[in-house]
């Protein structure tokens, strides 16, 4: 029997699903893959819960009774005194503060699981200096839900790569948010700001929907790829688009933009009508592998096309490479959300699992 041990670095949306779902399968592994999967430390930005037994249904309680004040310091002592076997980290938080532990974690021992971008999205000497300390202490770094949430994109990419195909361009709608908003605008007779407040109100969006309208988290996504296929890339340049306007940007509160959102109608009306016939607004990321350019922007795309087909709040990623040509390999559905997010998640920890003695 390999004992995994569970060490979850954040408990809102996507850790308390996961600590639910891995609550759920874990008989199931122990029957199926001889896995014994411990959950001892759940942490949120300021106290963590120690039970080395682990948690169990009962987790909420417990945590809201007897989590206390702790450092990083404080984990990697209690993993040492209860010589947890196979510690893993995973990171469900939005932390940069975390990631820059991530080394001090590998050192000790840990294996790590991110949903978090932020490791794979920081400057290449971090990025490299990670990937050396993971090589030189044998473990593991496993964030499939880094670009798509479940969906199997990071694998793919990876994939294809290390088997020597050439990749030669991924494009794609890679925000959940910037779906439901171009593809209810596109179809709707509403002005923007209505669909705007309609994904707001849906959860879509940030609380400041100018981290969606920005682009920037399409960005982050193209670099994470980008990154995969040995591309030696920065943030600063991926040329991304932003939707907000100069006048709504800078000093403006969030409350002052929620006020004016009224002033993107015209802006993105005419967007639509100057359009050829059955055409519809999509958000993209664009990363063409030659030339190096990673774009995200605003295009007009054919209604009947795979992209202009999505709909809700789906992803989709057409990845071109020499063997496929010009029928892109495609893979499209939810790609945000808990539920999807925190599977994406228990799956890795299953293939990093497997790959443990
Ligand atoms: N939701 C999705 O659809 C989705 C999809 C793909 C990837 N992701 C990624 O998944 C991660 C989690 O998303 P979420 O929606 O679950 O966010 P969330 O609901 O805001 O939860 C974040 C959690 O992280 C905790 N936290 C913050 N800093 C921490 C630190 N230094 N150490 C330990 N815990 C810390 C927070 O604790 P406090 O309450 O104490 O601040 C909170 O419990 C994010 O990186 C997100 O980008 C999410």
């Not at 932390?95 to 840990?110: E, I």
């Not at 700001?193 to 988290?217: C, F, H, I, M, W």
């Amino acid at each position: 029997m390999k004992k995994v041990n569970i060490i979850l670095f954040g408990v809102g949306n996507v850790g308390s699903t996961l600590i639910d779902q891995f609550l759920k399968i874990r008989s199931r592994w122990t029957a199926e893959s001889g896995i014994r999967l411990n959950i001892p430390v759940i942490a949120n930005s300021g106290k963590a819960l120690f039970m080395p037994k682990g948690i169990g249904e009962n987790w909420k309680e417990d945590f809201d009774k007897n989590a206390e004040a702790y450092k990083l310091e404080d984990i990697l002592e209690f993993s040492q005194k209860h010589q947890l076997e196979n510690p893993v980290a995973i990171d469900a938080t939005v932390s940069k503060d975390l990631v820059l532990d991530y080394p001090k974690l590998v050192q000790n021992g840990f294996h790590l699981v991110a949903a978090n971008k932020v490791a794979n999205t920081l400057s290449d000497e971090f990025y490299y200096g990670l990937r050396r300390e993971l090589e030189k202490h044998k473990k593991h770094f496993y964030y499939e839900t880094n670009v798509g949430a479940g969906l199997p994109i990071v694998q793919t990419v990876q994939g294809l790569h290390q088997a020597g195909e050439k990749v030669i361009r991924i494009r794609g709608v890679f925000s959940g948010s910037l779906s439901f908003i171009f593809n209810t605008f596109s179809e709707s007779e509403g002005e923007f700001s209505e669909v705007l407040k309609q994904a707001g109100d849906l959860g879509y969006t940030e609380p400041d929907a100018r981290e969606d309208l920005s682009g920037n988290d399409v960005g982050r996504k193209l670099l994470i790829l980008a990154r995969e296929l040995q591309l030696k890339k920065e943030f600063k340049e991926v040329k991304i688009q932003s939707l907000i306007p100069e006048k709504l940007n800078g000093k403006t509160s969030t409350e002052d933009f929620q006020n004016r959102i009224s002033e993107l109608d015209e802006i993105f009306e005419k967007r639509k009508k100057n359009q050829k016939k059955n055409h519809v607004l999509r958000y993209v990321g664009e990363l063409k592998v030659g030339r190096g350019s990673l774009e995200a922007k605003l295009i007009s795309a054919p209604r009947e096309s795979a992209l202009g087909q999505i709909k809700g709040a789906d992803n989709i990623f057409e990845i071109y490479t020499e063997s496929y040509g010009e029928q892109p390999l495609v893979i499209q559905g939810a790609g945000a959300g808990a539920a999807v997010t925190a599977r994406g998640v228990v799956c890795d920890v299953l293939k990093l699992s497997q790959r443990l003695n």
